[in-house]
């Protein structure tokens, strides 16, 4: 700190100071490195990499040790043209692989770097700002990431919109709509997909891409997740009484399904709105799976026994947990909107859907193709033997009334080979009366 209070003292004395790079490293793994070779391990890698840095051909930076496990580098005499070949020099000076105790360890270190130039003169500020950059290559799984006013910004403005859905939590903001789910052969309603709305009373219709993903990096995803359920099995229990009884899928997020007391919430609020676990499924995204898969899995097998059906969403996108799949207790695949919007003329999206489709009846599960738009999507989708459908073709996500009102007046949507089917066994049989 002090080091960067005189360096900043002295660019106010000359502005023709050169600039200077601050390159800031952090260890991630640094727990998992500690239980498996003791408390010294940190402090050995990062003196290995001080003298990496130091011993760095064509650069003399001033290397400093700051809090936790991270290390500082300043480097003289950088024009924001050099910035990313020296950030790629510091990569390859401190690799992830560390000597301790003359064995290798992967040390799954990031870099930050922020470029110190005439506009800015707090200390404070850069080692934010080096803050910053180190959370934004670990977010991005990245090696290194460089600083910029803009990216400051939108986490200013992603935080905002955060602290907003904590208030409109409270101020009742947030609804649901719900989308029918569909079976293709028949075009008869099977079920709906619960989706969150937020009307935010400045910024309008808020879409839940824009605060969910940001939400599920925290521990707010738990409180809107809470919110969902709460009102999900309540409309559930009055469209049950008054004689309407479809299946129900909530969207959830791994960090729900491991959350302590998340099977017992459930369990409560099924309870409390007399709902039985048949009556609901839980949609998860293959990526928020990956981690703690052991413990996913002895979650979810408590919410089947329950009879609560899970289902695989955005299925073919994120990184394929493939390996994983098997040990999962799903019921349903459901296929990405990407690939079924261009069937059937893109072969490529072709293959892919067939092949979860194959995938999905190997595994004795059914098959849920989304965003089907099109009569030519859900009659090729019938073909390949797709299960279920989902899409505007059908309908819109609608507000509980308006789902009441669409699904009463719904005349089924079938493919053309059924439709065909349908009519031409109705042509023989009259061709076969007796005159
Ligand atoms: P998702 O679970 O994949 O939901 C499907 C999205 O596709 C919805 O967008 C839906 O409105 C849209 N969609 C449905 N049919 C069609 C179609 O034929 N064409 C097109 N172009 N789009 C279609 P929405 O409601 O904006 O939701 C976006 C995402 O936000 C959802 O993707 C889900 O990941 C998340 N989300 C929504 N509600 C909730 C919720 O209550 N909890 C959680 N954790 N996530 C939610
Ligand atoms: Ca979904
Ligand atoms: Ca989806």
Known sequence: MERLEAILASRKQ?????CYLLVTLSIDNGMALRSAFGFSVIDAIIDGYARQLHEMPNHQPEVFRIHGGQLAALFPGTKPADVDRLMQACLQTLPENANFQSLSVYVNRHLGGVLIDNHESDPQAILQHAEIAIARANDKMSDAFVYTQEVSESIASQLALMADVTDGLKRGEFTMHYQPKV?????????VEALIRWQHPVRGWVSPDEFIPNAEHSTLILKISEFVLREVIQQVSK????????????NVSGHDIL????????????KEFDV??????????????????????????K???????????????GYSSLQYLYKLPISLLKIDQV?????????????IVSAAIVLAQKMGIKSLAEGIETQANLDYLQQLGCDYGQGYLYSKPLSAD???????????????????????????????RPL
């Open 303 to 317: 919410l089947t026994e329950a009879k609560i059906t899970v289902s695989i969403d955005d299925f073919g996108t």
């Open 239 to 250: 469209w049950r009484a008054s004689g309407i009884d479809l299946q129900v899928a909530i």
């Open 259 to 270: 959350q302590p007391g998340f099977a017992q919430m459930l369990f409560e609020l099924l």
């Open 183 to 191: 079976a293709l052969a028949d075009g008869k309603v099977y079920g």
């Open 14 to 18: 000359d502005p023709d100071a050169c």
């Open 339 to 351: 690939f079924v919007r261009y069937l059937p003329e893109d072969k490529g999206a072709s293959y």
């Open 276 to 301: 039985p676990g048949e009556r609901i499924e839980l949609e998860i995204t293959e990526g928020t799976l990956i981690e703690d898969i052991d413990e996913v899995v002895a979650e979810l097998l």
């Open 402 to 432: 308006n789902f009441i009102a669409w699904y009463q007046s719904y005349q089924p949507i079938c493919p053309k080979a059924s439709q065909l089917a349908k009519e031409s066994t109705a042509n023989d049989t009259s061709m076969g």
